[in-house]
Protein backbone atom coordinates (compact mmCIF):
# COMPACT_ATOMS: atom_id res chain seq x y z
CA UNK A 1 0.00 0.00 0.00
CA UNK A 2 2.60 2.60 0.45
CA UNK A 3 4.20 2.42 -3.10
CA UNK A 4 0.74 2.98 -3.98
CA UNK A 5 0.51 6.16 -2.16
CA UNK A 6 3.77 7.00 -3.01
CA UNK A 7 3.27 6.95 -6.92
CA UNK A 8 -0.61 8.26 -6.19
CA UNK A 9 1.16 11.12 -4.04
CA UNK A 10 3.80 11.91 -6.60
CA UNK A 11 1.34 11.90 -9.71
CA UNK A 12 -1.19 14.83 -7.12
CA UNK A 13 2.24 16.43 -6.87
CA UNK A 14 3.12 16.66 -10.93
CA UNK A 15 -0.06 17.91 -11.64
CA UNK A 16 -0.49 20.71 -8.73
CA UNK A 17 2.96 21.77 -10.65
CA UNK A 18 1.02 23.14 -13.18
CA UNK A 19 0.75 26.58 -13.17
CA UNK A 20 1.67 27.44 -16.21
CA UNK A 21 -0.52 25.30 -18.54
CA UNK A 22 2.56 22.88 -19.87
CA UNK A 23 1.56 19.60 -21.82
CA UNK A 24 2.07 16.77 -19.70
CA UNK A 25 5.81 15.79 -21.28
CA UNK A 26 6.99 19.15 -20.10
CA UNK A 27 5.32 18.71 -16.96
CA UNK A 28 7.05 15.17 -16.74
CA UNK A 29 10.30 16.36 -17.50
CA UNK A 30 10.91 19.24 -15.21
CA UNK A 31 9.77 17.40 -12.30
CA UNK A 32 12.31 17.26 -9.71
CA UNK A 33 13.48 15.39 -8.33
CA UNK A 34 13.88 13.80 -11.53
CA UNK A 35 11.89 10.94 -12.96
CA UNK A 36 13.67 7.41 -14.10
CA UNK A 37 13.75 7.35 -17.29
CA UNK A 38 12.55 3.88 -17.74
CA UNK A 39 9.49 5.59 -15.64
CA UNK A 40 8.77 8.65 -17.80
CA UNK A 41 6.19 6.93 -20.54
CA UNK A 42 4.37 5.47 -17.58
CA UNK A 43 3.86 8.71 -15.53
CA UNK A 44 3.09 10.62 -18.70
CA UNK A 45 -0.08 8.35 -19.55
CA UNK A 46 -0.83 8.11 -16.08
CA UNK A 47 -1.30 11.62 -15.55
CA UNK A 48 -3.65 11.75 -18.90
CA UNK A 49 -5.51 9.12 -17.99
CA UNK A 50 -6.07 10.27 -14.10
CA UNK A 51 -7.57 14.33 -13.06
CA UNK A 52 -6.70 16.13 -10.30
CA UNK A 53 -10.20 15.37 -8.61
CA UNK A 54 -9.79 11.18 -9.23
CA UNK A 55 -6.50 11.07 -7.48
CA UNK A 56 -7.50 12.83 -4.54
CA UNK A 57 -10.99 10.76 -4.44
CA UNK A 58 -8.15 7.46 -5.08
CA UNK A 59 -5.70 8.67 -2.80
CA UNK A 60 -9.03 8.83 0.16
CA UNK A 61 -9.70 5.01 -1.11
CA UNK A 62 -6.45 4.21 -0.75
CA UNK A 63 -6.01 5.49 3.05
CA UNK A 64 -9.48 3.66 3.87
CA UNK A 65 -8.38 0.25 2.18
CA UNK A 66 -5.12 0.72 4.09
CA UNK A 67 -7.36 0.59 7.28
CA UNK A 68 -9.92 -2.00 6.18
CA UNK A 69 -6.84 -3.96 5.69
CA UNK A 70 -5.81 -3.32 9.07
CA UNK A 71 -9.04 -4.01 10.36
CA UNK A 72 -9.84 -7.24 8.73
CA UNK A 73 -6.16 -9.14 8.31
CA UNK A 74 -8.56 -12.30 7.26
CA UNK A 75 -10.01 -10.81 4.35
CA UNK A 76 -7.54 -8.25 3.37
CA UNK A 77 -6.29 -9.92 0.47
CA UNK A 78 -9.48 -9.78 -1.16
CA UNK A 79 -9.81 -6.23 -0.22
CA UNK A 80 -7.25 -5.44 -1.62
CA UNK A 81 -7.99 -7.37 -4.81
CA UNK A 82 -11.26 -5.73 -5.16
CA UNK A 83 -9.51 -2.54 -4.68
CA UNK A 84 -7.44 -2.99 -7.76
CA UNK A 85 -9.52 -4.28 -9.80
CA UNK A 86 -11.80 -1.19 -9.22
CA UNK A 87 -9.23 1.14 -9.97
CA UNK A 88 -7.91 -0.27 -12.85
CA UNK A 89 -10.93 0.99 -14.47
CA UNK A 90 -11.86 4.03 -12.25
CA UNK A 91 -15.16 1.91 -10.81
CA UNK A 92 -13.82 2.32 -7.64
CA UNK A 93 -14.18 5.94 -7.16
CA UNK A 94 -18.48 5.78 -8.09
CA UNK A 95 -19.03 2.49 -6.20
CA UNK A 96 -17.08 2.00 -3.05
CA UNK A 97 -17.67 -1.57 -1.68
CA UNK A 98 -14.95 -2.55 0.63
Given amino acids: MSALKYKTNKLI ?3 KSNNNGL ?3 QLVDNYKPPIFWKEKN ?3 EQLKRWSKSELSKLMDIIYEIEISCKKNYETSSIILQNF ?3 ASD ?3 LQNRIF
Fill in 13 to 15: EIQ
Fill in 23 to 25: SVS
Fill in 42 to 44: IVK
Fill in 84 to 86: IVG
Fill in 90 to 92: KSC
